[in-house]
């Protein structure tokens, strides 16, 4: 690509309506600003939140181009950016604005702004970067919109990471598995000893448990009702796994635990799952959830019972994530052989993107991966 040329020829996969599907069409990208990057897209993981804004359960404007675990080569930089430059290696994760009170304390991921930067469809001010014959198309979600041969990121959101590292598979570190492995190691800080149940055992549940055994958990408890992803818990970390369509899940799980979990992590969104992931807690035991349901959802628990317990629960978004520390992090573990979180994915061709969603929502793939480019 000429990055002197702007506005320039795209391929990007388009919701146009409510439901998808994907459109595969050719764009018009403009050229980023002085605080941008332009990036080469090579792959691009697929999360439950981008069929989440797909179907509107999560309002976001359409037509527009998702994709926000995007992985890929810097091909041009704004004036004033100083992190990457063209040639870089880099994965993309969410978007905070730098300048908020929870952004200046370290925390991105509760940023003042978070919706403004990742679901508006445009960046923050409301311009876009992208176009069709009809005029603007919404993009920029998480800051990226990167199921797309090139995507605008800021040099807020993209990570840079080794050249020897596998880049293909590296853009779920952006989100769904930083999600999943941060609720573990810094939100909840599963320490070394501790029982812990992962309430769903897809990408996020699997990089909990992944990140349990990492950590030194002892008692690592994986509860779903499909049995491949049972079976590939128990490969990567779990200790028991336990099919909620079968059994009583909290009644199994005090039963392994003698009482109930430290810890706990619900990654369904679906309140009932909520409740007995707080039931399984055992005395000042804590539970996460970091599933993003509709907006308005209530869940319901028994106030005596989780007062006398002293339980806890934690909302949490993306891990509670430092990305430019964490997701180089969970690199090393991965390297190392300690977080083989390759073992969840399956690539698919970028023609193949509406298969892969399918698949993603039959359980079929834990991880699908949608390969765009080459490195």
Not at 17 to 33: A, S
Not at 96 to 115: E, I, K, T, W
């Amino acid at each position: 690509m000429s990055v002197s040329a702007f506005p320039n020829a795209i391929t990007a996969a388009i919701v146009r309506e409510k439901g998808g599907p994907f459109r595969i069409e050719k764009l018009r990208l403009d050229e980023p600003r002085a605080d941008e990057v332009l990036v080469r897209i090579v792959a691009t993981g697929m999360c439950h939140t981008d069929m989440v804004v797909r179907d509107q359960v999560y309002p976001v404007p359409q037509p527009i181009v998702l994709g926000h675990e995007g992985a890929g080569v810097v091909e041009k930089v704004g004036s004033s950016v100083v992190k990457v430059q063209p040639g870089d290696h880099v994965v993309l994760t969410f978007m905070s604005c730098g300048r908020c009170r929870l952004c200046a304390q370290g925390r991105p991921a509760n940023c003042v702004n978070f919706n403004a930067h990742n679901f508006s469809g445009a960046r923050a001010d409301g311009t876009g970067s992208l176009h069709d014959d009809n005029g603007p198309v919404h993009d920029h979600f998480f800051g990226q919109s990167s199921f797309s041969t090139f995507a605008v990121a800021n040099e807020r959101n993209v990570v840079k990471v080794p050249k020897e590292a596998p880049l293909e598979l590296l853009g779920p570190l952006g989100c769904g598995i930083q999600t999943g492995a941060g609720a573990v190691m810094n939100a909840l800080k599963v320490g070394h000893g501790a029982s812990f149940a992962a309430f769903g055992a897809g990408a996020v549940g699997s990089s909990a448990v992944m990140a349990a055994r990492a950590v030194g958990a002892t008692t690592i408890i994986a509860v779903d009702v499909v049995p491949a992803r049972l079976a590939l818990a128990k490969e990567i970390g779990a200790t028991h796994a336990v099919n909620a369509k079968e059994h009583d899940a909290v009644a199994a799980i005090k039963a392994i635990t003698d009482g109930g979990v430290q810890f706990s992590l619900e990654t369904t969104a679906l309140p009932v799952v909520v409740r007995q992931a707080v039931d399984a807690l055992g005395v000042r035991g804590t539970c996460g959830i970091v599933g993003a349901a509709p907006p308005g959802t209530e869940i319901k628990i028994d106030v005596t019972e989780f007062m006398q317990m002293a339980k806890t629960i934690y909302g949490i978004i993306e891990g509670d994530s430092v990305p430019d520390v964490f997701i180089q992090q969970l690199l090393d573990l991965f390297l190392q052989g300690r977080f083989p979180f390759d073992k969840l994915t399956k690539i698919y061709p970028f023609e193949r993107i509406n298969e892969a969603a399918s698949d993603s929502e039959r359980g079929v793939t834990v991880k699908p991966i949608i390969r765009i480019g080459e490195i």
